[in-house]
């Protein structure tokens, strides 16, 4: 594929080398960006190996809202593509008694990606090409529940950004999607008992957002069971929710 170029912020993670992997299989060339740039230097070197595309590693640490404008003045190359799956999921008891936790979980999982995204969607449209932003949020902003409201919390603003942004492009050629995983079976949930019907593998993850972006999907949810049930959640009156313990 003809200049077609994607860069995956947070590629350290199981799910973002798997989208960089599958948009490698079609063409795409690759910039991994993660906080060490180091950590993703053999997964560099398989994906160029395996597809013959091009492929190069950034230091970028997403907290860091200062420095984003110069990440993105730096880079080799400009994107045709950024996908964003840059998360931390807490504890939920511990972050509700740890302020910097707290602080930790709003950081990763809203205030840092999203303004990487409103930089990198402004260098997108200043290319006046087709271009896109994929921003990989999550089920759990869609209701608050006991177990993760301070994840889903923050979620749920980058859901709502995400949203914004695809509405603030879209008289451009820049398109915006809004990804919801619900469970990936990836090192962040390692150890969780998680039902096999609703939990998908990283590389079914990187195949369904392929298949969305293709069909330049507004929003979409990689298992769609996942529609049923937070149709489900969400349409239950807050009397009968709050006493529900899933």
């Known amino acids: 594929m003809t200049d077609a170029r ?22 795409f060339d690759v910039q991994l960006a993660a906080r060490d740039a180091g950590q993703v230097r053999a997964a560099a070197r398989d994906i160029a190996l395996r597809h013959d595309v091009q492929v190069s590693c950034h230091d970028m640490d ?12 730096s880079l080799p190359a400009r994107p045709t593509l950024i996908v964003s799956v840059v998360g931390w999921m807490g504890v939920q008891d511990e972050v509700a008694r740890d302020a910097g936790q707290v602080e ?35 089920v759990a902003g ?12 923050a979620k749920a603003g ?25 469970f990936v079976a990836t090192r962040m949930t390692e150890g969780m008992d998680l039902p096999a019907r609703l939990t998908a593998q990283p590389e079914e993850v990187g195949e ?24 489900i959640i969400t349409a239950l009156p807050e009397t009968l929710f709050k006493r529900t313990t899933f």
């Open 6 to 27: 994607i860069l995956v912020l947070g590629a350290g993670s199981d799910i973002g080398q798997a989208i960089a992997r599958r948009f490698a299989r079609a063409g």
């Open 62 to 73: 997403v907290t860091d809202l200062a420095g984003a404008e110069a990440f993105f003045d």
């Open 104 to 138: 930790r979980s709003i950081a990763t999982n809203l205030t840092g990606p999203a303004w990487a995204l409103e930089v990198g969607a402004r260098h997108l449209a200043e290319s006046g090409g087709e271009t896109g932003i994929i921003g990989v949020s999550s």
């Open 142 to 153: 869609d209701r608050g529940r006991a177990a993760n409201y301070w994840y889903g919390a």
């Open 158 to 182: 980058f859901t709502a950004f995400l949203s914004g942004l695809r509405q603030k492009y879209a008289g451009s050629r820049l398109h915006v999607m809004t990804v919801k995983p619900g």
């Open 208 to 231: 369904k957002i392929y298949r969305g972006w293709e069909k330049r999907r507004n929003t979409l949810y990689v298992k769609s069971i996942w529609w049923l049930v937070m149709t």
